[in-house]
């Protein structure tokens, strides 16, 4: 459905500046108008997005959002006050950073109070504020940026009634930053990072472990995969853990083999050979309610965070995660007489168990 916006509002913020500025409107606000359509459907569809709650109704930012929603305040009173109470957390947190030689990074706050899907929503979103050379004048101007990369960090709010429903928060680092929904927004998440970790993860593996039947090898490789995301990274995406699963080349010979019109020389995907295994997957925050973007605690999943393949009776292969080329390490094949082995390339396994020339 359309988004009918009731008015909105930008403000330049910068941390070199006593007070927020406000962007005054030209005569002809179509093209300003379409931008702000644009940015709020950029959005509402983004993937980004973890559940948050206002810790308390009295903070700023929500008391001034239930005075708007229940007509006792005007928007541009409210989104005023608002941008301010942002400013001067920024200013704050500048103090701080400034000993590690970092600053709070310059950009316009756009808000927007509109309605979409019969529902009204207020969108507070901070974004870039980039110089670019102005053709006509050729002189340095500023200016929004129209890629999707404007975006640094989001608020959405749904009212139903006069309460609020829901409040979503995003931010363009892989962790949202804590002086946003801390001090800022003074809310916190719906579901913990610990629950959101464990349950992605869980559930996740335990709908790739369909997979084994049919290939342990690649199985084994989606799981090292999934074990180096949630070690080496701070914030879960899902969007970006689906693709990585969905572009995994498959490597067992037996399951191509039975591709229609198997091509040697073509690699096959994963998302091609197992598309409803990528469709449950895709199912998962919704039946699971985990989040689709989230801070990953490590801790929560330590124990997971590990493989262990049994050999035989004597033999077990522990692979403990962070291993960048499982392909390139472990090698299986047959000896001339028929006896399967695998092989591992180990400079230390090597030491241990060479005989000499």
Not at 178 to 202: H, M, Q
Not at 242 to 250: A, L, Y
Request: proline residues 3%.
């Amino acid at each position: 459905m359309p988004v009918i916006s009731y008015g909105h509002t930008l403000h330049k913020l910068s941390v070199h500046a006593t007070d927020p500025v406000d962007v005054a409107f030209p005569a002809d606000t179509s093209y300003l108008e379409q931008y702000i359509n644009m940015v709020v459907e950029d959005v509402i569809a983004s993937p980004r997005s973890c559940k948050f709650r206002f810790v308390e109704p009295f903070e700023l930012v929500p008391s001034r959002l239930l005075s708007l929603i229940n007509k006792s305040e005007t928007f541009e009173a409210i989104s005023e006050d608002i941008v301010k109470k942002l400013h001067s957390e920024e200013l704050e947190v500048q103090k701080i950073i400034k000993k590690l030689k970092n600053e709070v990074s310059k950009g316009v706050l756009i808000q927007v109070y509109f309605n979409h899907d019969g529902l009204n929503k207020y969108l507070i979103i901070k974004v870039d504020d980039n110089e670019f050379l102005d053709l006509t004048t050729l002189k340095l101007t500023d200016g929004l940026p129209s890629e999707k990369t404007r975006t640094q960090k989001t608020a959405l709010i749904t009212f139903d009634g006069n309460e609020i429903s829901e409040l979503l928060v995003s931010d363009s680092n892989s962790k949202i930053s804590k002086f946003w929904c801390d001090r800022f927004l003074c809310a916190e998440p719906l579901v913990s990072s610990e629950i959101n970790t464990f349950e992605s993860y869980t559930s996740i593996d335990k709908v790739l472990n369909k997979v084994k039947k049919d290939s342990r090898y690649d199985y084994l490789l989606l799981k090292n995969g999934m074990i180096n995301y949630y070690r080496n990274n701070d914030g879960f995406v899902f969007d970006d853990v689906v693709s990585m699963i969905k572009n995994h080349t498959v490597e067992n010979k037996n399951i191509l083999n039975k591709v229609e019109n198997y091509d040697e020389i073509k690699s096959y995907k994963f998302g091609e050979i197992f598309p409803d295994i990528i469709t449950e997957i895709e199912s998962l925050p919704d039946i699971k309610g985990f989040d689709r973007a989230f801070d990953i605690t490590k801790s929560a999943i330590k124990s997971r965070l590990s493989s262990t393949v049994v050999l035989d009776e004597f033999f077990d292969l522990n692979i403990k995660g962070d291993l960048k080329d499982l392909k390139g390490k472990i090698k299986a094949g047959i000896e001339t007489d028929g006896r399967k082995f695998i092989k591992i390339y180990s400079e230390l396994g090597y030491r241990e168990f060479e005989k000499g020339e």
